[in-house]
């Protein structure tokens, strides 16, 4: 059982391939993607975040997917955003930048189908559509702005593998640049092996939209030399955005019952669970899939909390591109870990584009894999089969 385990466990393939069903039948991938004919198995999933553009290019491989390409640039488009209510023009320019990376290596695989989509940054941006028109006129690729829910549905969908099978509940956190996606997974009918795991709809119970993320946290708490104050004041924040979004008692009993457990899908919690096993450079295969104590990664986020920007700079999962972002994350972390209370913490070094990614090749669930909890050194875990669309609400309650 999970919970027994130290920080530290891997119970994922390095490589990150899932086991998946073949397409029923073709089906393009919306505004941004088109259908290639009988031979169309290469695909391309684009997120443009409030800090990040990423690109994952994967070849269909039957019952699986390979990754074949593969892109992350910070860009920082939502820079200033909270301030001035617009992209900047240095913002835009980086991202288009990255973006036309992205569509050079899409046409070099000869990708046929993909779907790229904005997030929190471009939803708030009083100059977001001028931004949009510019990417399609200078790189060819259509954004697609994303809702909050469509973005958590792809975030659960892309690592909902990864859950405790023997928990009756799963929350699912993305900590992003702009925003912080919580979602509610009900592990019970995942692991019910009569129930009907349609495709686009994950059992999701509840989810909510923090519209707080390591960037605008950063920026509405800026740093000072006081690091206890600093830290404690990001918390008090995270908890009245929590309250204002009145989901702080949201399945809480089944937690403190020890029902519940925390599955992490961002930077934040990857780089933490990166620092706690001292790794001299970051390493997916060693993160993606990791059981981490939830009191270690609290312990891991305290103390970077109380570190300067040049001595967190010096972590090698870290670096300075990242070192003035990482304490927002640190604080939303600490604060939902003491809400929701989990003996364990699964870490995901995926999430919204493989979701994509799966929603293009049209993957069928398999339930049979999440049937048994991970043990220690046992063969990789099967991953996930489906991609969120609209909600499904389910009958998991605080009182279950």
């Not at 099978?165 to 995942?190: F, H, M, Q």
Request: with cysteine; net charge positive; glycine share 8%.
């Amino acid at each position: 059982m999970p919970d027994s385990q130290s920080s530290g466990s891997e119970q994922v393939a390095p490589n990150g391939r899932s086991l998946r069903r073949r397409p029923r039948h073709k089906r393009g991938s919306g505004r941004s993607g088109r259908s290639g004919g009988k031979n169309s198995n290469t695909f391309a999933a684009i997120d443009l975040g409030t800090n990040n553009c990423r690109l994952l290019v994967a070849r269909d491989a039957g019952e699986s997917f390979r990754i074949i390409d593969s892109y992350s640039r910070v860009v920082r488009l939502g820079q200033g955003l909270a301030a001035t209510g617009k992209l900047s023009d240095e913002s835009m320019d980086a991202a288009v930048e990255a973006i036309a990376v992205c569509a050079a290596k899409m046409k070099a695989k000869r990708v046929k189908r993909w779907r790229c989509v904005a997030t929190e940054a471009c939803r708030r941006a009083s100059n977001g559509e001028a931004f949009l028109k510019r990417v399609k006129d200078e790189t060819g690729i259509s954004l697609e702005v994303i809702s909050p829910r469509v973005e958590s549905r792809l975030a659960v969908m892309g690592c909902v593998n990864l859950v405790d099978p023997t928990k009756d509940v799963s929350l699912v956190i993305d900590i992003g640049g702009g925003s912080t996606e919580l979602s509610w997974v009900d592990v019970r009918k995942l692991r019910d092996d009569q129930a009907n795991h349609r495709l686009h709809r994950p059992p999701i119970s509840a989810w909510a939209s923090l519209p707080i993320g390591v960037v605008t946290l950063s920026e509405l708490v800026p740093e000072i030399d006081d690091k206890t104050l600093w830290y404690n004041s990001l918390k008090d924040v995270v908890r009245e955005k929590i309250k204002e979004q009145g989901c702080e008692t949201r399945f809480t009993n089944l937690f403190h019952q020890g029902r519940g457990h925390l599955i992490g899908t961002s930077g934040t919690i990857t780089s933490l669970a990166g620092i706690h096993l001292k790794l001299p450079y970051y390493q997916r295969a060693k993160v993606d899939g990791l059981w981490f104590r939830s009191a270690d990664a609290i312990s891991v986020a305290r103390d970077m909390g109380s570190r300067s920007f040049d001595e967190r700079a010096k972590e090698p999962c870290i670096g300075t591109d990242r070192a003035n972002l990482l304490v927002a994350g640190c604080a939303i972390t600490d604060v939902l870990c003491e809400i929701w209370p989990s003996k364990m913490i699964r870490v995901a070094d995926r999430g919204l584009r493989e979701g994509i990614l799966i929603g293009l090749m049209k993957k069928g669930q398999k339930p049979k894999a999440l049937k048994d909890a991970p043990k220690p050194e046992s063969e990789p875990i099967e991953t996930s089969d489906e991609t969120p669309s609209s909600a499904d609400e389910t009958e998991l309650s605080d009182g279950a």
